[in-house]
T-cell receptor
Framework: GAVVSQHPSWVICKSGTSVKIECRSL??????MFWYRQFPKQSLMLMAT?????????EQGVEKDKFLINHASLTLSTLTVTSAHPEDSSFYIC??????????FGPGTRLTVT | AQSVAQPEDQVNVAEGNPLTVKCTYS??????LFWYVQYPNRGLQFLLK??????LVKGSYGFEAEFNKSQTSFHLKKPSALVSDSALYFC??????????????FGKGTRLHILP
């Protein structure tokens, strides 16, 4: 089956620094990837749709200058949290669509900003 | 507009009993429906999907779901619950007419507790 990886799985950073999260489709190509944020015991919040070779599409209320998304190849999308603050601490998950419109999710990245 | 509702925040079931996790949806066209499971500190895992065909769909780990067009529902079921089924379950929907790479809509999730 389709496999999506994320790196790192867990990161701690200091307030004001930037953190990059990678999302890779390991055995298939993904022209589109989705980035979600999940707060404890809550549902997924779609942040943006990442499109290979073009600009990402951000959901309403998501700061595009804070959450930089780059989709430079058919197997890699990156999310950079710039000038991170404690309120950015969360669980970030990426996904890519499969053949039948199902989503294949990465294992997630736990970001803690101190 | 597409929407999906999971009316129960939490469902408690005794081990060995049948379980049902409810999901209702709204789309303008024909629905594509999905169920996912999330274990603590993990990403979501795909369980099953309904695209077309038989209303009863079988998926991973012994789960199944029944598509009911008249009730716009897609409830997740399992005949005999296991403690290891305890997790967070998400229902999702997309419209048949959507582009392949369009986002799908997720419910808020239902936490399933299987009691030993």
């Amino acid at each position: 089956g389709a496999v999506v990886s994320q790196h790192p799985s867990w990161v701690i950073c200091k307030s004001g620094t930037s953190v990059k999260i990678e999302c890779r489709s390991l055995d298939f190509q993904a022209t589109t990837m989705f980035w979600y944020r999940q707060f404890p015991k809550q549902s997924l919040m779609l942040m943006a749709t990442s499109n290979e070779g073009s600009k990402a599409t951000y959901e309403q209320g998501v700061e595009k200058d804070k959450f930089l998304i780059n989709h430079a190849s058919l197997t890699l999308s990156t999310l950079t949290v710039t000038s991170a603050h404690p309120e950015d601490s969360s669980f970030y998950i990426c996904s890519a669509p499969g053949q039948w419109w199902e989503q294949y999710f990465g294992p997630g990245t736990r970001l803690t900003v101190t | 507009a597409q929407s999906v509702a999971q009316p129960e925040d939490q469902v408690n079931v005794a081990e060995g009993n049948p379980l049902t996790v409810k999901c209702t949806y709204s789309v303008s066209g024909n629905p594509y429906l999905f169920w996912y499971v999330q274990y603590p500190n993990r990403g979501l895992q795909f369980l099953l999907k309904y695209i077309t065909g038989d209303n009863l769909v079988k998926g991973s780990y012994g789960f199944e779901a029944e598509f009911n067009k008249s009730q716009t529902s897609f409830h997740l079921k399992k005949p005999s619950a296991l403690v290891s089924d305890s997790a967070l379950y998400f229902c999702a929907v997309r419209d048949e007419g959507a582009n392949r790479d369009d986002k799908i809509i997720f419910g808020k999730g239902t936490r399933l507790h299987i009691l030993p």
